[in-house]
């Protein structure tokens, strides 16, 4: 019983990141993988993405220590906690990076859920030393296409987020190509 439980505790270090608690880059490509299987199966079964990305992030870090930067990624993922659904998947993709999996009928709606997101986000206030400062994101929206690969999906979400942030960041854009 205690082998189990160790095992347990190192299978749930693994799948979620120390730092935010989000999910791990390892747990996403396992679980959106079998998600992939079964909208390629039912194919009226849809999955979308969004990829975040805080604005800035390298000033925060060089201007306040990233000790700040960490109370900023914590918050920032306390927020995208607190938005999706249980059926969602929050993911840490690296650094600033975060992707949100929705499933479902929720991705008939994920563009405004993403402006809500952002808005909720940009909403954070914190204290000293950032007391003044505010955090923004950047989103880039994709609704999986038939038989899209996992790597597809994360560059058209990718594409789209980059979009967001040569169009003045703090802003969500969607990638084209998509019948929902």
């Known amino acids: 019983r205690q082998l189990d439980m160790e095992r347990q505790r190192i299978y749930e270090l693994s799948i979620r990141d120390p730092l935010t608690g989000l999910f791990t880059r390892i747990y996403m490509q396992e679980v959106v993988q079998r998600l992939f299987d079964i909208q390629d199966r039912s194919p009226g079964n849809w999955l979308g993405m969004l990829m975040l990305d805080i604005d800035h992030f390298k ?9 700040q930067g960490d109370v900023v990624l914590r918050r920032v993922a306390a927020e995208v906690l607190e938005a999706v659904r249980g059926s969602d998947i929050a993911v840490r993709l690296g650094g600033e990076e975060f992707a949100i999996f929705v499933v479902g009928d929720a991705v008939s709606r994920i563009t405004p859920f993403a402006e809500r997101l952002r808005a909720r986000i940009a909403a954070i206030r914190f204290e000293a030393p950032m007391a003044a400062r505010t955090v923004t994101v950047s989103i880039g929206v994709a609704v999986r296409l038939p038989r899209e690969t996992l790597l597809d999906l994360i560059q058209r979400a990718d594409i789209a987020l980059y979009e967001a942030k040569n169009s003045g960041r703090n802003r969500v854009c969607r990638a084209a190509a998509e019948s929902i």
């Open 59 to 67: 000033q925060i870090n060089d201007g306040y220590g990233h000790n």
